[in-house]
């Protein structure tokens, strides 16, 4: 029996529908993968938290940041009592390392960074490749003004009179500050331009470092907030000349503004909540809640007080929007007076390496 004459127009419809199943399994194949993350991100954010979440401070232990993390987490373990929350030092390069610790974790809510202002300078330093935008806000927890602070047994009582002694120095006069880039480093900035001044800036790997510097003498004075050296200004080793603020604060009745001897000059820095941008919604909320509940707890509100940290909360869009504005005005500032930072090296202890070449500036 003679073979059967295939006929071109089925086998090439044939081959044509299967062309069509072949791309739409590779089609279907691809969609799966790609929803992949989404579906194990919601698996994720459904059980949230089935673990400890850990908060990472990126400066040291004993500073302002620091103890904000831990009386953080210990007021929310009635808030959110299935975990507890630990906290992890990882200081260096004013904050880049912390924050890129979070970062480069996976956006799961289990890894927290205590953020700080510096997010919005350090990039415009060119001293981060990230910036706030990698980040999803949960909640601003803290605010606090710079202090200029010097040892109990120096020779200047008065800001008046240690602006006069930086000026007979010419550039002498050691200032400690959290880092360079760090907000406090760039309000002695400002104060050097309002004040007709300059300072040698002395950049630490955070406040307690920096701290510990001015008790042992190596540097002149230091501008960090007044929570960070409160406990020494009251048991009598150091002295608050003055404070970078529109008001007086209650810890510190008897410390002066910056403004009162007439300096136009008033300087903050914050620090908040925030985990890696792509952490799901739901785990974000979990969270917003959470820092909500805490932050109206007095347990919350009497611990900032002990160490005299400002209370300033607010909730995930607020806090967004205020870091867009200091993104704004940090860029603006640094561009104006051309601060950069450049390699460089100090003679005292555990110093940051780098020193910022400037123009002035003030964070008003």
């Known amino acids: 029996m003679p073979a059967r004459k295939r006929d071109p127009d089925i086998s090439a419809k044939a081959a044509g529908a299967n062309r069509a199943v072949w791309r739409r399994r590779q089609l279907l194949q691809s969609l799966g993968m790609a929803a992949l993350p989404w579906v194990m991100a919601r698996a994720s954010a459904d059980g949230f938290p089935s673990r400890p979440i850990e908060i990472i401070v990126p400066a040291s ?12 987490a210990e007021a929310a373990r009635k808030h959110l ?21 979070v970062l480069g974790s996976r956006p799961d809510g289990y890894k927290l960074c205590m953020l700080t202002a510096e997010v919005t300078t350090l990039p415009h330093l060119g001293l981060a490749k990230f910036d706030h935008t990698k980040f999803e806000p949960i909640a601003r927890l803290n605010a606090d003004p710079a202090a200029i602070t010097v040892r109990a047994d ?59 510097a001015l008790l042992g003498g190596h540097i002149d004075a230091l501008d960090v907030s007044p929570a960070e050296v409160g406990t020494h200004v009251q048991a009598g080793k150091l002295k608050m000349l003055g404070i970078m603020a529109n008001e007086r604060i209650a810890a510190f009745g008897n410390v002066p503004t910056f403004k009162e001897r007439k300096i136009d000059l008033a300087s903050s820095t914050w620090r ?87 123009c002035g500036g003030a964070h008003a």
């Not at 975990?83 to 610790?101: C, I, L, R, T, Y």
């Not at 995930?316 to 867009?324: G, K, L, R, S, T």
């Open 61 to 72: 232990a004993g500073g302002g940041t620091d103890a904000l993390a831990r009386v953080f």
């Open 154 to 212: 120096a020779p200047w009582n008065t800001l008046e009179e240690f602006l006069i002694a930086a000026k007979t120095q010419a550039g002498a006069m050691k200032v400690g500050n959290g880092g360079s880039g760090s907000v406090y480093h760039l309000s002695a900035i400002g104060l050097e331009d309002k004040a007709g001044v300059a300072f040698n800036h002395i950049p630490y790997a955070g406040a307690a470092p920096a701290v510990v």
């Open 272 to 358: 908040g909540l925030a985990a890696p941008r792509g952490t799901p919604a739901p785990v974000i909320d979990t969270m917003r809640s959470v820092a909500r509940n805490v932050a109206a707890d007095p347990v919350f509100k009497d611990g900032l007080n002990k160490l005299t940290l400002g209370w300033a909360y607010l909730d995930a869009p607020e806090f967004a929007q205020a870091i867009v504005r200091d993104h704004e005005y940090f860029g603006h500032l640094i561009r104006k007076n051309g601060i950069r930072i450049q390699a460089g090296s100090h003679g005292s202890p555990e110093p940051a390496q780098a020193r910022s070449i400037v």
């Open 81 to 101: 009592p299935q975990q507890s929350f630990v906290v992890n030092n990882k200081p260096g390069a004013s904050g880049v390392v912390g924050m890129n610790d």
